[in-house]
């Protein structure tokens, strides 16, 4: 049992979509409230990164049950990870192991409930169910993108409310444009695996749609976030640095193959990797943001 293989069946590059999350919590909440809470913010980050390797997993295990990873066709950002049909690890100590980042996440997060009451409870509560039922009820029901569209937005509301205990609509915005991000790279890396998942009775929002279909709504992902974003630097609930968020708009242009692509597996993996680096760097620049306006107004 290799670290390596561990480590590819926990996703790391994909872990960093929470990573950006707490980061835009923590730097709006310093933005706002002049500084934060170092051991709770790391705290919030371990306990975040624990809840996502867990869903990582238990999708990776469920998906090796249920048969789909033996008939998919694994790209660099899609059909899983590989580890379990090529036998690296063993099934049961994959959903162990998923099982047990469960925990330790909602350790994490019954801490903060301890401190901070209903509210933390509401967001452990869905984060705790959605991910255990994510890989065998949440993605056949065709919620996928929208259960991980609102994880992304929990996060960024659950980090900024453990620093300032305050419930603010700056701080839902923010996290509809991180959740936005984190859902785009779902939908977009599905496309590859359509006729496993349908064949599976998995319901994403490709197979819902159709692939011609779906790839008309490829835009919508980036015109919610972005549009979202102007909305609040316009009205004052974000600082105008945030707008360097636009740094990472010509990524997206590589989206216009998604159509013309659809049947050139080669050409869709150049598709799937400008989306996700698209996605990874918006959301970085919209914490950089609230950075650069900490540094100016000091």
Known sequence: ?????????????????????????????YWREGGIDAANAAMTLGGVIALHASVDLLNDFWDYKRGIDSITKR?????????????????????RAGMMFLVLGSLAGAYFVIQYGWIIAAILGFAIISIYFYSTKIVDSGLGEIFVAIKGAMIVLGTSYIQTQAVDPAFAMAGIVSGTLSAFVLFITSFPDHDADKEKGRRTLVIVLGKKSASKVYWAFPAVAYSVLVFGVSYGFFPIPCLLSFLAAPLVINGRKTASSLDDPARFVSVMKSTLLFSRIAGALFAVGFAVAIFASN
């Open 1 to 29: 049992m290799s670290l390596s293989a561990w480590l590819r069946v926990i996703r790391i590059k994909f872990l960093l979509s929470s990573v950006i999350a707490v980061s835009i919590g923590l730097a709006m909440s």
């Open 75 to 95: 790209t660099k950002f899609s059909g899983g990870t590989g580890v379990l049909p090529e036998g690296l690890l063993k099934p049961s100590n994959v959903y």
